[in-house]
């Protein structure tokens, strides 16, 4: 189990308020502030190349943290400054030609939708989302019937940013390898939350973010570019960080995943963002998962329990993210009306996820996100506030 009381320690502000928006960004931990703090600080001593300088180990030593984080190797690893950016160096990566196909899920994020939208108009591939099952997953029947060789990419999101389902993944993967396609999974609402094993789910790349569930500090992220996948594709926005400039008319690219990172980035954020891995790390995700899990059930519980609340969250599998709509309240209101009372949740609407939410004709829903440094008691005096909003 968990150590309530140590965590609740290590976040000062979750014994000040009731907070539950750890799928939007999240209260990191002291030890994550201390590293960025203490790295600004030291910047601002002796210039930012000598206070890297000092730090080099540690940074190097990240890459096997977050290859243990997320089961993979060290040289698998890049780190970027979002999900979103993780997500675009990799799908722009991937060849598409005209008559090419890109699966999606009905809970694709606007974000990489946009992005494959784009990627469409330049090369003439198609993108093609996969139906659901009536309970929410990308329905495998489907999937296996839209495959074939012309299908290049298949984008699973892991876990909604607008529900709390969880997608299959290794069934997905084994169904898009028969073709050779690619698998890229949006981890960004489950690292940090849930055990996520790339190697055990046998994705090709895994985007996620460094706020939310791994409580990092914004401005980072990660992505993973497995050396199953790597030969297969062509990182386009390289510098001198991704490659050497060996001759006047010629390069060498780096065979690692750190390929896909650029020279220059905040140092102290991503200190923190591995310190905060680390600290996910050391309390077990497991326990994480199982923590989440139990308070993620009692707002569903307590939430079914009041009129007028309705649980918007589909899956048969439920990870920490709860989404859920008022009669007669829209959810920007319900947001905040809790906010003034210290109770801090936010609103996910319909641009964000807009083939799931058209198809359920949402425009918008209010989302809980409880982590584990949530006391069992907040959680009842939420859903006490939520009660007397009708
Ligand atoms: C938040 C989110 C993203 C984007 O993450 P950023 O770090 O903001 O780029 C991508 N996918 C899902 C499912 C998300 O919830």
Known sequence: M??????RLDTPAARRHVFLDSAGSSLPPNPVVEQVLAHVRREAEVGGYLAAQERLDDLERGYSVLARLLDCRPEEIAFTDSATRSWLAAVDAVPLAEGDRVLVTEVEYAANAIALLRKAEETGASIEPVPSEPSGEISLDALDRMLDERVKLV???????????????REVVD?????????????????????????????????ATGRKWLRGPRG????????????????????????????????????????????????????????????????????????VGERAARVREGLAELPGVRVRDLGTRRSGLVSFTVDGLAAPEVRDRLRAADITVTASFTASTLLDMTKRGLSSVVRASPHYFVAPEQIESFLAAVSKLG
């Open 175 to 207: 169904a898009a390898h028969r073709v050779g396609a690619l698998v890229l999974l949006d981890a960004c609402q489950s690292v940090g939350q849930l055990p996520v094993h790339v190697a055990e789910l046998g994705v090709d790349l895994l985007s």
């Open 155 to 169: 984008s699973l999101v892991h876990v909604p940013t607008n529900s709390g389902l969880v997608n299959p993944v």
């Open 2 to 7: 968990i150590d309530l009381t140590a965590v």
């Open 220 to 291: 980072t992220g990660v992505l993973v570019v497995t050396a199953q996948a790597a030969g297969r594709l062509r990182p386009r926005l390289v510098d001198l960080r991704g490659a050497v400039w060996e001759t006047p008319t010629s390069y060498t690219l780096r065979e690692d995943a750190r390929a896909y990172e650029l020279w220059e980035y905040s140092v102290a954020d991503r200190l923190g963002l591995i310190e905060a891995a680390r600290y996910a790390l050391d309390l077990g995700l497991d326990k994480i998962a199982e923590a």
